[in-house]
């Protein structure tokens, strides 16, 4: 396979780390097939900041080592996800005047988007890991997506600027390099990853949230347009439910785990007193146990609870016709969409990645949604630019209708 075919997504989560493989296809519009799959337990993270980078590259070597093996190639770059509290949003707004009335051009649009970067209030410690376009106004009137070969003196952008802590960054970063990876191609937040692969365009038009609740973390990113328009991470996931059962049931966390994954649901509506099956809780040598698995659920219907009334406090009041949906490992738990749709009141539904060529079956699962969803971010990164190269060596000013760098959910 050509060496410039090949692109990879790393997804560093606090519980797993996973490796999604693809090949680019030889087609106009980028079609991909993948190719390799890899995973490992992550190792030295903690809410998804690096706190031992030892650690952590060993994790990500073992992650691309066993992906390298499948795919029968050698991975030299990867698009790599951001995620952790430190993650977050604002709305920024710049204004510029328009050099020519009568036209529009690219450098207005350049200047008014770097304006609301300009003035954006950063967080001390903090680095711009997106500028998102979200609308313009031209003449204080109309919100469009695309102003450029309009007419106005005036113009607006509206920008969604995300920000990370720069040293957790850094730490990153480092931990790939000391895994003895080449090169970081392009680095994301790892909501916008998720929906990249889970989220249809029609569904970020009319107004959608994604909700990835990870082991430590919960991730949340609305849309509307088809822009972003709220991100935000808070230090609370699937691990929290697994604490609460080995605390109460007085269990190892292996055990709570198992309990969690295999016999746990999180509506206690689903389970009735007269549940026949009791479960087993083994500790050592001493004699098996039991609990009903109304108990069981009721521990873990509590802290889900939790969860989502957070994501109901961060959705507000916003208008989503698209509904919610739930990815992550811990989305597939019994009982978690109908808990959702009786605390949120909207329509709720998992999210799986969508289907690609090739190993399909081995990531079609909403913990490999961040994965793949790196994997298609970096390869529209290059679609976009390999075209904006082409239209500016074929023709004058129509080649400034394409960034260089426009994200994948603006178009």
Known sequence: MAKGTIITGL???????????????????????????GAASSQGLRRGVVADINLTAGAIREAISEAELMAGVN????????????VMGQT???????????????DDVDRAVQSARTIAAIPEGHDILHVIEQNFIIDMDNRIKEPIGMSGSRLEANAYIITGNSSG??????????????????????????????????EREVGIALADIGDQTTEIIVYKEDAIEHVVVFPVGGQHVTNDIAQYLKVTLPMAEELKLHRGCA??????????????????????RFISRLELAQIIEFRMAQILEAIASELGDLQLPGGLVLTGGTALMDGLTELAEHILQVRVQVGY????????????YPMYSTSLGLAMYGESLRREEKQAHALRRSSGWFGGVFRNIKEWFGY
């Open 11 to 37: 997804d560093i989560g606090s519980s797993k780390i996973s490796v999604v493989v693809c090949h680019t296809l030889p087609s106009l519009d980028g079609e991909m097939e993948i190719i390799g799959v």
């Open 75 to 86: 991975i030299e770059s990867v698009c790599l996800g951001i995620t952790g509290e430190h």
């Open 92 to 106: 920024s707004r710049g204004v510029v005047t328009v050099k020519n009335s009568s036209q529009i051009t690219k």
């Open 169 to 202: 960054i850094q730490s990153l970063l480092n931990s790939v390099e000391s895994a003895e990876i080449p090169s970081v191609e392009t680095i994301a937040i790892a909501p916008m990853a998720s929906a990249k692969a889970v989220l249809q365009r029609d």
């Open 267 to 288: 509506w206690t509506e689903w389970v009735t007193e007269e549940d026949t099956n009791p479960v087993p809780i083994t500790t050592g040598s001493t004699p098996p």
């Open 353 to 364: 990645p969508k289907e690609l060529k090739g190993l399909t079956d081995r990531v079609n």
